[in-house]
C-alpha cells in the first residue's frame, strides 16, 4: 500500500532520508519471509520508481522487498501500520 504518499513522509526534507534509505538499499539484500505474507507502506515514489527499475523499496518496518503483487490481496503489516499511524 502506498498510502504514506499522502503523509509526512512527502515534501521538503526527504532528501536526507532519501539518501540515508538509498545507503541501506545497496548495504543490504532482499530478503524472503513476512514481506510475503504482508502488504507494506512505502513512499509511493518509491513504489513507483520500483516498478519501472526493479529496484527494491524500503518500507517504513524497515523490510526490503521488490513490490510486485496486488497489496489489496494481503493483510497490512502490522509494524509498517503502527509507524504510519504515529507518523500522522
Request: hydrophobic residues 30%; contains cysteine; aromatic residues 6%.
Amino acid at each position: 500500500m502506498a498510502d504514506p504518499d499522502t503523509g509526512p513522509l512527502q515534501g521538503g526534507g526527504t532528501d536526507i532520508l532519501d539518501r540515508e534509505l538509498e545507503e541501506l538499499i545497496n548495504q543490504s539484500h532482499v530478503e524472503e519471509g513476512d514481506h510475503e505474507r504482508f502488504s507494506h507502506y512505502a513512499p509511493k515514489n518509491k513504489i513507483m520508481e520500483s516498478a519501472l527499475t526493479g529496484k527494491p523499496v524500503l518500507a517504513l518496518c524497515g523490510k526490503l522487498w521488490v513490490p510486485g503483487r496486488d497489496p489489496e490481496k494481503f493483510p497490512i503489516c502490522p509494524t509498517c501500520k503502527e509507524i504510519y499511524e504515529k507518523l500522522k
